[in-house]
């Protein structure tokens, strides 16, 4: 299978770039499957998250079993295999950001945005995730807003992490 | 305690501008790798850091001279694997060292590849520390244009090639053989010992693992020789080390301190606890480690003696709890930790982490039973020293010494059905 | 390691994550055991057994971590024991009984997961069940290759499933359900299917390729309901998906089950009296000449003794031959082992995939690939090569293996026979020469060969006398299954003893043909000449299982028991008896062929006595059978067809395609079984990739599925032999016409 052949006809498309960031990523990392976690990421950082396209992809590209691709993916948890919003919001539910109140910001966001942690509100535009210990322990509670560090963010302080201008994912 | 007359590792926070390869340069930066390819061949160099007494800042604290010089020696190409997977909760000086002083980091990686004559290193950095990733990408294309990096290192003989890669979300990952596997780009479960990473590491090549502060050390090492190194800490555990002081304390942060410091040292550098409140215990190694009550805040943190007072230095995460802190929140909440960053691969941890963090939070909950404590015990009794890596035994510490030296806070947690500081950690969320 | 020292001292550590085959992880830790100067508990699995050092299996240490182990294990694994097809069957039940806690502690919320859930037509995960030992998937990714199945998820969330949409295809992939040590994977066939308590499970070998792997079969009720690997000394127990789901086919809808007389039902009594006296008549006119056998090799070694006595004590010596679906005989003197094979300095592939043909032979290989790093030679008029099984080949032009390998030998060889195979042929380019260095190689050689080419057994004969006193094995890979025993009891196997009484029969010069489980139509690679020999001859008697191409043409029918409804020997493709016993009863009328020989003897008025006597094994040294001395000459291999324009056929032997009929086994049955280039498909129209096509061949012509494959080269189409309804053996010739054609049907 081509990507071209795949970009058409209405099924779900195969980026053309895709090619080439994973012929980088082989560039980078020739041996074992080194490439794949390069690849992987790139794509994510592009759409967000991984969609099943994506991981056809990497297998196609990378020449690996999709079965492979699958089953690496799945044991990272930065990797998301679901649709993911705008934002995503990582609050970390580690020791010393739970001696912090972190267990209270992260329900005080459940409330504002309506959703429960892990998923994304409706709009798209916010997904709500726990993180283990992000090494900010200074920065308690810590978040990250699309992977950029936020913090001490109290718990009554929460409407910082839907407002304050961060990096969103375009320029991360 | 000797104090310190500047940072060392901190170096940025005498030296503003220290992450760029200019500021870098100006204050001295790179003339610990010239001075080492100039007057030091591969072997001195280990065998100045064994001399030094260096010791591994990644957890284990083991002698890093002696780690490079069990590398096989048969002739084929080694490799240099750097430990940037900071998880540890309570952790957090490996980012504060990449993100701010990144090329002393790639100095010491220099110094360290040319010791154990290995052509190509890497970094395996974390996927949160995306900032961090950057920082290294920029700082490694500034040494690479400058000629530190590449083929013929400033001219000399020895060529190097540097490599970064961006782990994606795993604390298992840290685990040397776990990170390997990552490395190559497969789950991160832990590898079967042997062959050690020493003979066969990453892509068969042999290796070694060295924690980010550990190589960080290298460059003021090697400018200063080992008796400088030896002025601070013990006999055993001499130098410094970066500790990072969070929980209760009204100043968290990365504190450069001599290995002979105190705990109570480290709190009072850290603000101490808020005014009114008395601190109840300390972990000092991050939360992997037992912890220790109020009462033996003297203890100093070198290895040896925070072994002897029960717990570990490990990682150098020392976080303060005060006495608002309710004991059986906080162990469930670290034993929830290990459950979910388990790799899954060993029976004990996978299966005995999820049953411990179920009765603990059923113990948190006010819904315990006393026997549910021999329980817990027991469990963690099967799990110590039975799993397949360190992991397993990692995810008890905390726990049984906190039933240990607060079991009646656990017994009154079920004798009154709720808890007796009324603090449940929490008591918002129900996930 | 540890546990397999006190394996070999009758001391038994239990284990789940390991096994031999797959090498050690110690990820179960069941296998805890106490050594003497170790600080911890270590794994026996994991730690290597050293001289001087003591292990205590039983220590309060030991147990204590055991118990430990399986006391986690059970917490998230559901207690259904009862309804569980594993139960009586699994090593979760057999330890906790053995060294299980008494009390339950855990009393938290099981996690709930997938219970039957299909990873493929054949197999159902109960994710609940699962101890995550990755045998399974360690089998298929590592061991086999094809990484069908994955560890999806992190810690105790971890599963063991497929990707959606993507099930198992593997046809290795059924083992997975008996390496599985509890009752997490199934075998959906099955399931529900019988308990423990209600089977007979008996020692067997595999009936469908001759390879013939040790096995065993479940019973239940009269019917085979499973059949399952079985480990033996030396052989891990592996089957492939087409032997081991393909047990069903005694009851097979097809299945002959009644006796018949023109058409018409009879007893198998009155049968086998009218054949007996038809018989005799016969040869009372016209002399045992007038009569002869031909045996499809799919019977019993005892069956075919009572066959061969038959011919010769009852007819007073009527002729006798096999058909086979290959026209090269094997020059017995050479037939190999296993063992050999495992030891082979050099394997050469000629003309055969393993994977198709024997497919458990093609994971001893793989295996042999990871084990010591054997480098496979492949010869063969397509691709033999496949990603599991990497190595060097060399293609040739269809019809040209003989003559490759003869001047490949040539091209390295001084030895006189060596010489006077290639005469006449051109002398070895550079890739031949390279070829015959290769096969020259000091050390064994063990050839694997699908018996295509006539030739290819003179060409084999000259390698083997060059290469002097280096030993060169040949193992067959060509069926039937049960060739051998006609070898065993004296029933000539050669193709033109068989082409003979096929040819007099066409020209009516046999009154008699009786067919034992032979369909030479089908199978015969002259099949014009087999369907010629059908409607010629006056009476033609069938027993058997299946009834062949033609049946219409018989004059009477006679059922005979299968393979699992009595017991009975069997000779693989090694030389090799082995005895398996029966779990089932014959359906219908079907009878063992003894008892049927014995009766249609009587009505001749000679019965067969002491058939019973007979020992198989007598004779045979280490259960094996005697081989001939090489001997005979060696004669000239003709040059290689002239290449011609358009398409050229070539086929070869799949156990996929060409197993017996079965209803199970048809749940994944392939309905396009030629196989085409890609590009060719596209270029005949085909952009789907497959379709059916119409090959002919002057007047003749049939049509086919096909599929593409880039493993077969260019301009030649591929199509297995012995597919019913699929005759290429009556094209007569090897250059075709393809085009594609409409779908005939939906299926
Ligand atoms: C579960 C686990 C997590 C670990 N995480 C880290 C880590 O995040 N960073 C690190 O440097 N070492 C970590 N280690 C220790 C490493 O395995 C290894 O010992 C270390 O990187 C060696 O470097 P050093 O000798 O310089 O300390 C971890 C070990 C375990 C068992
Ligand atoms: S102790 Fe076992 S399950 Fe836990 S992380 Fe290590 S290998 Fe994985
Ligand atoms: S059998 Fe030893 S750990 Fe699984």
Sequence with gaps: MTSEELGTGGAPEWNPEWASWAAAAREEFPRAQSALMPFLHRVQTDEGWLRPEALDAAAHYLELPRQYVESVVSFYSLFRTEVTGHRTIHVCMSLSCALAGSDALLHNLEEALGVRVGQTTPDGAYTLLEAECLAACDLAPACQVNLRYVGPVPPERFQTLLEEEVSTREDA | MKTLDRHYLLRHRDVPGIDTLQGYEADGGYSGLKKALAEFEPDAIVDLVKASGLRGRGGAGFPTGLKWSFLAKDGRPRALVVNADEGEPGTFKDRELIEHNPHQLIEGMLIASYATRSPESFIYIRGEFLHGHEVLQRAIAEATERGYLGDRVLGTDFSHHMYLYRGAGAYICGEESALLESLEGRRGNPRLKPPFPAVAGVYGLPTVVNNVETIANLPPLILNGAEWHRQWGTEKSPGLKVMSVSGHVTRPGNYEVPLDATLRELVEMAGGVRTGHQVKAVIPGGSSMPLLPAGQLDTPIDYESLVQAGSMLGSGGCIVMDDSTCIVAAVARVVRFYRDESCGKCTPCREGTYWMTDVLDRLEGGQGELGDLDTLLDVADNINGKAFCPLGDASVGFMVSAIRNFRDEFVEHITGRTCPLGARLYDTVNY | ?747
């Design chain 3, 1 to 747: 390691m540890v546990v397999d020292a006190a394996a070999t001292v009758g001391i038994d550590i239990p284990v789940y994550c390991y096994h031999q085959a797959l090498g050690p992880l110690g990820a179960c830790r069941i296998c805890l055991v106490e050594i003497e100067k170790m600080p911890k508990l270590m794994t026996a699995c994991t730690t290597a057994a050293t001289d001087g050092m003591v292990v205590h299996t039983q220590s309060q240490a030991a147990e204590k971590g055991r118990r430990g182990i399986l006391e986690f294990l059970l917490i998230n694994h559901p207690l259904d024991c009862p309804i569980c097809d594993k139960g009586g069957e699994c090593f979760l039940q057999d330890y906790v009984f053995q060294y299980g806690a008494g009390q339950a502690r855990f009393e938290e919320a099981k996690i709930q997961r997938h219970k039957e859930y299909p990873v493929s037509p054949y197999i159902l995960v109960d994710q609940e069940r699962c101890v995550l030992c990755q045998r399974c998937v360690r089998f298929m990714g590592e061991y086999v290759g094809e990484e069908e199945l994955l560890m999806d998820g992190r810690g105790v969330h971890t599963v063991i499933t497929n990707v959606p949409g993507i099930p198992l295809t593997s046809p290795f992939s059924g083992n997975v359900i008996d390496l599985c040590p509890v009752g997490a994977l199934l075998s959906e066939p099955y399931h529900y299917r019988a308990r423990p308590w209600n089977i007979e499970r008996e020692d067997t070998y595999c009936s469908q390729c001759p390879v013939g792997c040790s096995s065993s079969v479940t019973g239940r009720d009269g019917q085979v309901v499973r059949l399952e690997g079985r480990p033996t000394p030396g052989q891990w127990g592996w089957l492939c998906d087409h032997g081991r789901f393909t047990y069903d086919f005694g009851a097979h809808p097809t299945r002959l089950t009644e006796a018949r007389l023109d058409g018409e039902p009879v007893t198998v009594g009155r049968a086998a009296q009218v054949l007996g006296q038809r018989l005799a008549a016969v040869v009372r006119e016209h002399g045992p000449d007038a009569v002869a056998v031909l045996t499809g090799g799919s019977h019993t070694v005892e069956d075919h003794y009572a066959l061969r006595r038959f011919a010769d004590e009852v007819l007073g010596g009527s002729r006798a031959g096999l058909v086979k679906p290959v026209e090269a005989d094997l020059p017995l003197a050479l037939l190999g082992t296993f063992a050999e094979l495992d030891q082979s300095d050099t394997v050469l592939l000629l003309g055969t995939d393993p994977y198709e043909s024997a497919p458990v032979v093609h994971l001893a290989l793989r295996e042999n690939v990871r084990r010591r790093g054997l480098v496979v030679k492949a010869l063969g008029d397509r691709h033999l090569l496949r990603d599991t099984l990497a190595g060097e080949e060399w293609v040739v032009e269809p019809g040209g293996m003989a003559a490759a390998l003869a001047a490949a030998t040539a091209g390295v060889s001084e030895h006189p026979d060596a010489r006077l195979a290639a005469e006449g042929l051109a002398p070895a380019d550079e890739s031949l020469v390279r070829l015959g260095q290769a096969l020259m190689e000091p050390g064994a050689l063990t050839v694997l060969w699908d018996g295509r080419e006539q030739d290819l057994a003179p060409a084999l004969v000259a390698l083997a006398r060059a290469r002097g006193e280096h030993p060169t094995r040949v193992l067959p890979t060509f069926g039937p299954r049960n060739w051998l025993a006609a070898a065993r009891v004296g029933i000539p196997t050669d193709y033109e003893t068989s082409r003979r009484i096929l040819m007099d029969a066409a020209d009516g010069r046999i009154q008699v043909l009786l067919l034992w489980g032979a369909d030479p139509v089908r199978d015969f690679p002259d099949g014009d000449l087999a369907a010629r020999a059908l409607e010629r001859c006056p009476e033609v008697y069938f027993g058997g299982v299946f009834p062949p191409d033609g049946a219409e043409l018989l004059a009477g029918v006679l059922p005979t028991a299968a393979w699992a409804e009595e017991a009975g020997t069997y000779v693989n493709m090694e030389g090799r008896l082995q005895t398996g016993r029966g779990a089932a009863s014959a359906p219908g009328q079907a009878r063992p062929t003894r008892n049927i020989l014995q009766a249609v003897a009587r009505a001749y008025g000679t019965p067969l006595r002491k058939l019973d006597e007979w020992d198989p094994y007598e004779g045979t040294v280490d259960d094996r059978l005697v081989l001939p001395p090489l001997e005979g000459s060696v004669r000239p291999v003709s040059p290689p067809p002239a290449a011609e324009s358009g398409f050229r056929l070539i086929s070869g032997l799949e156990v996929a395609l060409t197993h017996d009929p079965s209803e199970v086994a048809a749940r994944t049955k392939e309905d396009r079984p030629a196989r085409m280039h890609p590009a060719d498909l596209a270029d005949l129209g085909l952009l789907t990739g497959s379709g059916p096509v119409e090959l002919s061949s002057g007047d003749r012509s049939f049509r086919v599925g096909v599929r593409g494959d880039p493993r077969i080269p260019r301009g030649r189409v591929f199509v297995p032999r012995g597919l019913r309804g699929v005759p290429i053996n009556r094209l007569g010739g090897i250059a075709v016409a393809v085009r594609a054609v409409e779908e005939v049907a939906s299926r």
